[in-house]
């Protein structure tokens, strides 16, 4: 059985769009450094594990807690 919630998955795909701009890092730097394929995610289709996110959250400085506070 597959679970999906699409407006979710959209809203984590903007906030991390969101935060990558905002410091000025194009896709290709954050999966050279983290070594996540972050455009996999952006685009809003590909669930990302809290393992994968924990990982892009401490590349952008912010906690989980703060990644959850931007999401509408």
Do not use: W
């Given at each position: 059985?597959?679970?999906?919630?699409?407006?979710l998955?959209?809203?984590?795909?903007?906030?991390?769009k969101?935060?990558?701009?905002?410091?000025?890092?194009?896709?290709?730097?954050?999966?050279?450094?983290?070594?996540?394929?972050?455009?996999?995610?952006?685009?809003?289709?590909?669930?990302?594990?809290?393992?994968?996110?924990?990982?892009?959250?401490?590349?952008?400085?912010?906690?989980?807690?703060e990644?959850?506070?931007?999401?509408?």
């Amino acid at each position: 059985m597959k679970h999906t919630n699409d407006k979710l998955l959209r809203s984590i795909a903007a906030r991390l769009k969101q935060l990558r701009t905002e410091r000025g890092y194009t896709q290709e730097v954050v999966t050279d450094r983290t070594g996540v394929n972050v455009g996999l995610y952006e685009v809003g289709v590909t669930n990302i594990t809290i393992v994968l996110l924990s990982v892009l959250c401490d590349f952008y400085e912010v906690t989980l807690e703060e990644f959850f506070s931007g999401i509408k």
